[in-house]
């Protein structure tokens, strides 16, 4: 099975600071990468697809990076409504698996 | 306008079975791979399930497999999770996920809670 490590488990960052969340694959996993965002008593929303694809509706202050085994999200500018847990995903192969989180909060 | 609503979930004694539905709406649902992803209280998320649009491929995470069975119905716009053999670590959200053009979950429903409990 591909472990997804994501760091870091928590974060505050101030608005309009830039912040960014990384996961490492324990295989390479040819960009096959989801993001997803979850406020707090939601269901989760997908930000990212394919690494660095932003789904639409998606404000562009959200990014998408990384090859191989490494990648990152990075929000541009924090806004209050960011404020929730971010998960990483592969789709590269089954199991399907999912980073173990990352809670944002402002500072 | 994507729809995923699920239903079915409740309190369950151990060893016993539990069916979840997902009622699809706002997209040709035939077409289309679905998931089962559930959330244990305060955790992170789980994949469970997946199967192709037309059940030819059905893959399952191992820790349910054997005990759980994903199926569709494409003319009723529904999906399914049969729970058997149920334990108290199955206790979680489950969602109902639609696939993207790979395997990520686009759409996701607001899910339904399972509690395992004696």
């Known amino acids: 099975d591909i472990q997804m490590t994501q760091s870091p488990a928590s974060l505050s960052a101030s608005l309009g600071e830039t912040v960014s969340i990384e996961c490492l694959a324990s295989?390479?996993?040819?960009?096959?990468l989801a993001w997803y965002q979850q406020k707090s008593g939601k269901s989760p929303q997908l930000l990212i697809y394919?690494?660095?694809r932003l789904q639409d509706g998606v404000p562009s202050r959200f990014s998408g990076s990384g090859s191989g085994t490494r990648y990152s999200l990075k929000i541009s500018g924090m806004q209050p409504e960011d404020e929730a847990d971010y998960f990483c995903?592969?789709?590269?192969?089954?199991?399907?698996?999912f980073g173990s989180g990352t809670k944002l909060e402002i500072k | 306008e994507v729809q995923l609503v699920e239903s079915g979930g409740g309190l369950v004694q151990p060893g016993r079975s539990l069916k979840l539905s997902c009622l699809a709406s706002?997209?040709?649902?035939?077409?289309?791979?679905m998931n089962w992803i559930r959330q244990a209280p305060g955790k992170g998320l789980e994949w469970v399930a997946s199967?192709?649009?037309?059940?030819?491929?059905?893959y399952y995470a191992d820790t349910v497999k054997g005990r759980f069975t994903i199926s569709r119905d494409n003319a009723k716009n529904t999906l399914y999770l049969q729970m058997t053999s149920l334990r108290s670590e199955d206790t979680a959200l489950y969602y109902c996920?639609?696939?993207?053009?790979?395997?990520?979950?686009?759409?996701w429903g607001q899910g339904t809670l399972v509690t395992v409990s004696s």
């Open positions: 706002g997209f040709t649902f035939s077409n289309y791979g």
């Open positions: 995903q592969q789709s590269y192969k089954y199991p399907l698996t």
């Open positions: 996920a639609r696939r993207g053009m790979a395997h990520w979950f686009a759409y």
């Open positions: 394919a690494a660095s």
């Open positions: 199967i192709s649009s037309s059940s030819s491929y059905i």
């Open positions: 295989e390479g996993i040819s960009n096959d």
